[in-house]
């Protein structure tokens, strides 16, 4: 998947749509619905197909803003990924899991 040219494409979308994009927190505003509507699909035990797509707009609401933002998040992506990776995590006796501040 090239993330960079389907950012762009989302905005092309748009732009081609003549959606105003000038208002970054109403992006956001949209983003957050966009992500409970996912959950409302998987709460309601929607079908695969039905939650898959409810997903796959919060992908495209969240790659949007961040190409407006000028943000590459093909690159976002794996740094966080990378930092993840090195974090250390500890398993509560509750069974919750919660992260370690270390000294890195």
Do not use: C, W
């Not at 959606?19 to 998987?42: K, Q």
């Amino acid at each position: 998947m090239d993330i960079p040219a389907i950012q762009k494409r989302i905005i092309q979308n748009k732009l081609n749509h003549g959606f105003n994009m000038d208002d970054i927190g109403r992006e956001f505003l949209y983003l957050y619905g966009e992500v409970g509507e996912a959950y409302d699909a998987y709460s309601r035990g929607l079908p695969a197909e039905e939650l898959g797509l409810e997903l796959a707009d919060v992908a495209i609401y969240l790659l949007g803003i961040a190409e407006l933002l000028g943000f590459d998040m093909n690159n976002e992506i794996l740094k966080k990924i990378k930092i993840n990776e090195g974090r250390v995590y500890e398993t509560l006796p509750d069974g919750s899991v919660v992260k370690v501040e270390t000294d890195q």
